[in-house]
């Protein structure tokens, strides 16, 4: 889960942070912090014993998450992906980690509905057929009158299904547990097999791990949207390669496993899969709100305030 919670003020000498661009392009850095960059590529700054709130860069790869591990004085972590999965193997005891739930909300929930629309509407077709010269017409699917069943219920997911609302379409929100608005966990058995379209948006857990199995796809109707803009892993791969295989469902996913996706890799080929190379977050949308997440913790920091976005439990 997420939710505030205090840091102790950084003691004399001044708190060193490691910021992923140079500190101008923050908005209101408070004072009190001394600042080294590292965007991920060549050796990290030799300040790496002394560091106490770090920022990884964003989608620079493993190695920038590693580090924490190597941070004897490290007190926070700030990651700029909402998932942290990655991060805390490696987190020692103590530290704070905090998410960038908020920061891709708009993006992903963008992402989530080119998706579902060009999927649907026979977009990747008409491109083809473009090449081709060919005239591909035809009647295609509306999203207007469609079932679509949100699972992850966090803010990604509510940007998702307001975004959803004016195409005329039934959206579901499940969470883990039923509460005002949204479906619970328990409900699956009965929404999956009503559901034109199905979109993942779970965080990354032991428990969401291969969730979506051959059982899973089983309860979807002939015809059925699956849309994956979450992690890669909540996929079993071989399950639904054989269902697009059949031609029975249809994809759409933003996430693969493994990444960057093996170019002898079955799926590239797979029928009726659109697939786009983990891109929903990043987008222009992304910069001006991780940069002022960033801002506002750092403040919160220096202050002795409580963070937001911590992540406690399995989130």
């Not at 579901?172 to 619970?184: E, I, P, Q, S």
């Not at 469902?249 to 493994?258: H, I, Y």
Request: charged share 20%.
């Amino acid at each position: 889960m997420e939710s505030r919670q205090s840091v102790r003020r950084p003691a004399s000498p001044p708190a060193r942070v490691w910021l992923p661009e140079p500190p101008a392009v923050y908005s209101g850095l408070p004072d009190g912090l001394v600042i080294d960059v590292y965007d991920g590529s060549g050796e990290p700054p030799e300040s790496l014993a002394g560091v106490t709130f770090y920022v990884p860069p964003y989608m620079a790869g493993p190695h920038t998450v590693e580090l924490v591990a190597r941070m004897p004085a490290l007190e926070v972590v700030q990651t700029l992906t909402a998932g942290v999965e990655n991060v805390r193997p490696h987190l020692g005891e103590g530290v704070t980690l905090c998410n960038a739930r908020g920061v891709h909300d708009a993006s992903t929930a963008e992402l989530g509905v080119a998706l579902i629309l060009a999927s649907l509407r026979g977009i990747p077709e008409f491109v083809h057929a473009q090449t081709e010269h060919r005239w591909a017409d035809g009647r295609r699917q509306a999203l207007a009158d469609k079932r679509v069943v949100v699972l992850g219920a966090g803010s990604i997911g509510q940007a998702l299904a307001r975004r959803l609302a004016p195409f005329e379409c039934e959206v579901t929100l499940v969470g883990r547990t039923a509460r005002d608005g949204v479906a619970g966990a328990a409900q699956l058995a009965d929404l999956l097999p009503a559901a034109d379209v199905v979109v993942l948006l779970v965080p990354m857990t032991d428990e969401t791990r291969g969730m979506v199995d051959a059982k899973f796809l089983a309860q979807l109707k002939d015809g059925a949207l699956l849309v994956n803009i979450a992690r890669g892993p909540i996929v079993q791969s071989d399950a639904l390669l054989a269902e697009l295989s059949s031609g029975r469902l249809r994809a759409a996913v933003d996430v693969t496993d493994p990444e960057p996706l093996p170019a002898t890799d079955p799926l590239w080929n797979a029928p009726g899969l659109l697939l786009s190379p983990h891109v929903g977050g990043n987008t222009s949308a992304f910069v001006p709100r991780g940069r002022a997440l960033v801002s506002a913790q750092l403040r919160r920091y220096v202050a002795g305030e409580p963070l937001a976005n911590v992540v406690t439990g399995s989130y």
